[in-house]
């Protein structure tokens, strides 16, 4: 069993999200999590198994996750390079001000960007409202961060091989280690 992830089967993590007919082919629910891992970390399965992880991994971890994986991914804007910054800021020590800040960026960069996506995934992570602040408060509903770390990372899925089969193997390899209760984001930045 993996630290952050407090499942023995995948079962309750795929309960969250729909498998692909490739995926569902390969896995159970009685599967169990490391298996999962190992058996979805095909190009075909690529988007499966970002689920997995995504859903699979607390919030704050799985940020993490998907942080890591954004390190190489291109800086087109200052807007880009401030989201990366401020989801760092707030895996490091999540604070509702870093939250609010990755709203504003996740707006101002759009869900054609993957830092765009990763700052829904901070804003929408359940710790706070994500209406206006002199509002009620409304809560995401549950998982929808998970939703948000696979348009993060789906954006940079390659296409072709054997990019997309790399890509597969960094993804698994990243998610485990971050399950595993590693902070490689954070390791980075040091």
Known sequence: MMKKIPYDTCGPIISRFALSEEGAALITPETSTAEAVTALTTPDTLFDLIQLIAHGLPPREGICWALTLLADAPMTSPDAVSARNT????????????????????????????????CHAVFWNGSGSIVAPDLPVV????????????????????????????????VAQVGVAVADGAWPCLEEAR
Do not use: I, M, S
């Not at 760092?88 to 999540?94: F, N």
């Open 87 to 118: 989801v760092r800021l707030w895996v490091e020590e999540p604070a509702e001000r870093a939250r609010r800040r990755c709203a504003d960026l996740a707006e101002a960069l759009g869900t054609d960007n993957p830092f765009g996506w990763l």
């Open 139 to 170: 809560l995401p509903q549950p998982y929808l961060h998970a939703k948000a770390l696979l348009g993060a990372v789906g954006l940079l899925a390659p296409l072709e091989e054997p990019d997309r089969t790399d890509f597969a193997t960094r």
